[in-house]
């Protein structure tokens, strides 16, 4: 029997995770990382059920990401399902993601939003952050940004290869998918915005994001001249 993980990395959410735990409990066991919180999610994720793992100081999205796979890696499950603390991905999707995976077997499974009811200036920044992703990867990206996503086992053992800290892990675990040559895939997610609190920092994450993209682009096209020469 498959045996499936949801993940909640969280960062100063005390307020928000409770439903987000309750409503993924519904659904697979619950793990959530603290990321060096200074309020009292940890507290409020233990009354709610969850396991809770604690990562201080705060290192960043990836590298909750990462203690979490490691964790779930060990206890032996076959794959997770990542969502974040805040509220906007809905737990009531859980079962769209395991139906794929079901069907499937992908190895990668992202949830991709509905962009046109995103904010305007979010809306920009996503379409060209995945215009230019796409092009940098040589297929075409629905949501390179979102951090709804079903990871298989192989999957999660592959990403604990990078060296990213941040929100660009969910980037580059993109790029190791396609290079491993595993299954991507997606299901469409609602897109929920509401009064959630950025933990990016615009200019930094701009700035990482198009490293990312740049060193992707060279990846690709490395990987085109191995290939050619064998």
Same mark, same amino acid.
């Given at each position: 029997?498959?045996?499936?993980?949801?993940?909640?990395?969280?960062?100063?959410?005390?307020?928000?995770?409770?439903?987000?735990?309750?409503?993924? !409990?519904?659904?697979?066991?619950?793990?959530?990382?603290?990321?060096?919180?200074?309020?009292?999610?940890?507290?409020?994720?233990?009354?709610?059920? $969850?396991?809770?793992?604690?990562?201080?100081?705060?290192? %960043?999205?990836?590298?909750?990401?990462?203690?979490?796979?490691?964790? $779930?890696?060990?206890?032996?499950?076959? $794959?997770?399902?990542?969502?974040?603390?805040? %509220?906007?991905?809905?737990?009531?999707?859980?079962?769209?993601?395991?139906?794929?995976?079901?069907?499937?077997?992908?190895?990668?499974?992202? %949830?991709?939003?509905?962009?046109?009811?995103?904010?305007?200036?979010?809306?920009?920044?996503?379409?060209? %952050?995945? &215009?230019?992703?796409?092009?940098?990867?040589? @297929?075409?990206?629905?949501?390179?940004?979102?951090?709804?996503?079903?990871?298989?086992?192989?999957?999660?053992? !592959?990403?604990?290869?990078?060296?990213?800290?941040?929100?660009?892990?969910?980037? @580059?675990?993109?790029?190791?998918?396609?290079?491993?040559?595993?299954?991507?895939? &997606?299901?469409?997610?609602?897109?929920?915005?509401?009064?959630?609190?950025?933990?990016?920092?615009? &200019?930094?994450?701009?700035?990482?994001?198009?490293?990312?993209?740049?060193?992707?682009?060279?990846?690709?096209? !490395?990987?085109?001249?191995?290939?050619?020469?064998?």
């Amino acid at each position: 029997m498959t045996s499936i993980l949801a993940l909640i990395p969280a960062y100063n959410e005390a307020g928000r995770v409770a439903p987000v735990i309750a409503g993924a !409990a519904q659904h697979l066991p619950v793990l959530v990382v603290d990321d060096g919180s200074k309020d009292d999610t940890v507290a409020v994720a233990e009354r709610s059920g $969850a396991t809770v793992l604690r990562q201080v100081p705060n290192q %960043g999205k990836g590298a909750a990401l990462g203690a979490g796979f490691r964790w $779930a890696l060990e206890q032996g499950y076959d $794959a997770l399902v990542a969502l974040d603390a805040d %509220g906007q991905h809905d737990p009531a999707e859980i079962p769209q993601f395991l139906d794929e995976y079901s069907l499937n077997a992908a190895d990668l499974i992202i %949830g991709a939003r509905d962009f046109s009811q995103i904010p305007p200036v979010r809306r920009i920044a996503n379409t060209l %952050g995945r &215009w230019s992703f796409s092009w940098a990867l040589g @297929e075409p990206i629905l949501d390179n940004q979102s951090g709804y996503r079903l990871l298989s086992r192989r999957m999660m053992e !592959a990403t604990l290869t990078s060296a990213e800290q941040g929100f660009e892990f969910e980037v @580059e675990m993109i790029v190791l998918c396609v290079e491993q040559g595993y299954r991507l895939s &997606w299901v469409p997610i609602r897109t929920i915005y509401a009064d959630e609190r950025s933990h990016i920092k615009p &200019w930094a994450h701009a700035r990482n994001f198009t490293r990312v993209v740049i060193q992707t682009r060279k990846r690709m096209q !490395a990987n085109k001249k191995g290939e050619s020469r064998g």
